[in-house]
T-cell receptor, first 109, second 114 residues
Framework: RKEVEQDPGPFNVPEGATVAFNCTYSNSASQSFFWYRQDCRKEPKLLMSVYSSGNEDGRFTAQLNRASQYISLLIRDSKLSDSATYLCVVGNAGNMLTFGGGTRLMVKP | GAVVSQHPSRVICKSGTSVKIECRSLDFQATTMFWYRQFPKQSLMLMATSNEGSKATYEQGVEKDKFLINHASLTLSTLTVTSAHPEDSSFYIC??????????FGSGTRLTVV
C-alpha cells in the first residue's frame, strides 16, 4: 500500500463546477499535511496547508480527518486556470515529505 | 518570500558523462535540502536528504555512488549524476525548508541522457 494515495483522475469538469479531491495516508504519526499544485513540467507550488480544524482560502477548502487518515480538497467555481495536477503531501518527522501520486484536473469551457 | 534557485533548468548529455545540478537558497539558510526525482506521469520521489556539513541520507534503492550530493554551505547543495545513462533521464527537483512547515521548491532540472 502506498503511503499517500490519491485518485489519479483525470477529473474533467466544466467551468464553474465544484470538484473534490480525496487523499488517504498510511502513517498515523504524520505531522503536517499540504496540498500542492503542479503544472505540467513545472515544480510543485504550495496551494495550502491542511489543519484539523479545516481551512479555507478563497475558492479552496481543505479538510483533515486524523481519525480516518483522510485529507480532502474542495474547489468551488472552477476556473480554466485551475487545470493542473494536485498533489497531496504528508510531512513526517524530520521534515520528510511524502507525495501522493497526484490528481489531474481538467477544467473545460 | 523564500526562493530556491535551481540550475540548469534543462540539460542534455551523452551517456557515460556526469551532470551537476545546483540548488541555492537565495534569501534564507537551508540546513537541510531535499532532492526528488519525477518520472513522466509519476509523482515526486524523494532521493536523498542533503545535510549541510555532513553526509547525505539516501532513500532505499538510490545509489549514493551514482548520485553524489554535496551540501558545503547553508545556501548551496549540489547533485551530481555520475556516468549518466538514458534511464536516469528524469525531472530532478530540490527543495528546502524555509521555516515551520514551509517548503520551497527549485524550478527543477529536466535531464535527458542520449
Amino acid at each position: 500500500r502506498k503511503e499517500v494515495e490519491q485518485d489519479p483522475g483525470p477529473f474533467n469538469v466544466p467551468e464553474g463546477a465544484t470538484v473534490a479531491f480525496n487523499c488517504t495516508y498510511s502513517n498515523s504519526a504524520s505531522q503536517s499535511f499540504f496540498w500542492y499544485r503542479q503544472d505540467c513540467r513545472k515544480e510543485p507550488k504550495l496551494l495550502m496547508s491542511v489543519y484539523s480544524s479545516g481551512n479555507e482560502d478563497g475558492r479552496f477548502t481543505a479538510q483533515l480527518n486524523r481519525a480516518s487518515q483522510y485529507i480532502s480538497l474542495l474547489i468551488r467555481d472552477s476556473k480554466l486556470s485551475d487545470s493542473a495536477t494536485y498533489l497531496c503531501v504528508v510531512g513526517n518527522a524530520g521534515n520528510m515529505l511524502t507525495f501522493g501520486g497526484g490528481t489531474r484536473l481538467m477544467v473545460k469551457p | 518570500g523564500a526562493v530556491v534557485s535551481q540550475h540548469p533548468s534543462r540539460v542534455i548529455c551523452k551517456s557515460g558523462t556526469s551532470v551537476k545540478i545546483e540548488c541555492r537558497s537565495l534569501d534564507f539558510q537551508a540546513t537541510t535540502m531535499f532532492w526528488y526525482r519525477q518520472f513522466p506521469k509519476q509523482s515526486l520521489m524523494l532521493m536523498a536528504t542533503s545535510n549541510e556539513g555532513s553526509k547525505a541520507t539516501y532513500e532505499q534503492g538510490v545509489e549514493k555512488d551514482k548520485f553524489l550530493i554535496n551540501h558545503a554551505s547553508l545556501t548551496l547543495s549540489t547533485l551530481t549524476v555520475t556516468s549518466a545513462h538514458p534511464e536516469d533521464s528524469s525531472f530532478y527537483i530540490c527543495s528546502a525548508s524555509s521555516g515551520p512547515y514551509g517548503y520551497t521548491f527549485g524550478s527543477g532540472t529536466r535531464l535527458t541522457v542520449v
